[in-house]
């Protein structure tokens, strides 16, 4: 073999392989079998799950994982967004060797909410590496401040082609997000607020879950303490409908709570043991933020 020759057997080619977004459609909660038990992760460090011992949060170095079926979500949404998932290796020319094998996952996180203790599970299912489970520490999730998530993990061989979920927790409870099945966030929210409504034979709308409305900017050097008062239908299933500013003490809180109403879901009216729809008005105050809250 001449120099020319070896060097184009030692060149290197950096392969790419997309992987595709497998439906999922059930909630879960992730546990890591630690000396013959398996725990709940309520956290992560970086790939290191942390489970609670004792009343404390402690790492572990488990020996194995397991997503089991729970009957909710946690009733916080996340919107992923700029997904890119894929795998890279890199071998010889001659094709007689692999190395550098690398599964890649980037995303941007969004949420109305304040979420602590916030990790990501990514499965995989390959025909090569069969099935494949990723685990890998967020941190907290600050109200409408989006966060990018880059994850590279080493792999032992290439995945080749494969198929993919993500499943978001937050305290070890799974969140509502936008890489769900379509349709599935809205049946699973549906099924929450039937669920705790099973029972109950004559109720009022009840407040369920929602972003808290966002004190207007513009307003902050005023330092004004404000009121609006959306009118709203509440469907059977809690969900809101044609929100409107009734009154409001400043356009500006008229817009606030109207951008947060809109996402917000109620435990609908019961009579007479049936869920029902009903219009009502919702008063909203707005006090000037704590300025010390608000530093980064």
Not at 203 to 215: L, Q, T
Not at 255 to 273: M, S
């Amino acid at each position: 073999m001449n120099a020319a020759s070896g060097l184009r057997a030692l060149a290197l080619l950096l392969l790419v392989l997309p992987l595709l977004a497998q439906p999922t459609a059930a909630q879960h909660v992730l546990v890591a079998e630690d000396g013959g038990r398996m725990l709940l992760v309520c956290s992560a460090n970086g790939t290191t799950p942390c489970v609670q011992k004792e009343g404390k949060i402690v790492p572990i170095s488990p020996h194995g994982f397991a997503l089991r079926d729970v009957p909710e979500f946690a009733p916080y949404y996340v919107s992923v967004r700029n997904v890119n998932v894929r795998t890279t290796y890199a071998m010889t020319q001659e094709g007689n060797g692999e190395f550098n094998n690398d599964f890649h996952f980037y995303a941007d996180f969004e949420t109305d909410f304040r979420l602590t203790d916030v990790f990501v599970v990514i499965t995989l299912n390959s025909d090569r590496a069969g099935q494949t489970l990723f685990l890998w520490g967020v941190g907290t999730l600050e109200p409408h401040r989006v966060k990018g998530v880059s994850i590279i993990v080493p792999m032992s061989s290439p995945l080749g082609s494969a198929r993919y979920n993500v499943h978001l927790f937050s305290g070890g409870a799974e969140l509502l997000q936008s890489l769900l099945p379509f349709g599935e966030g809205e049946m699973a929210m549906n099924r929450m607020v039937a669920s705790r409504i099973k029972d109950v034979h004559n109720a009022a709308p009840k407040f369920f879950f929602g972003p808290a409305p966002v004190y207007p900017p513009e307003l902050k050097k005023a330092n004004l303490r404000g009121q609006a008062v959306v009118s709203i239908r509440i469907g059977a299933n809690g969900e809101v409908f044609d929100p409107s500013v009734k009154s409001a003490t400043d356009p500006a809180f008229g817009e606030a709570a109207l951008r947060a109403i809109k996402f917000w879901r109620f435990l609908p009216r019961v009579k007479n043991d049936y869920p029902v729809e009903t219009k009502v008005d919702v008063p909203i105050v707005f006090a000037q933020p704590n300025p010390a809250a608000n530093h980064s």
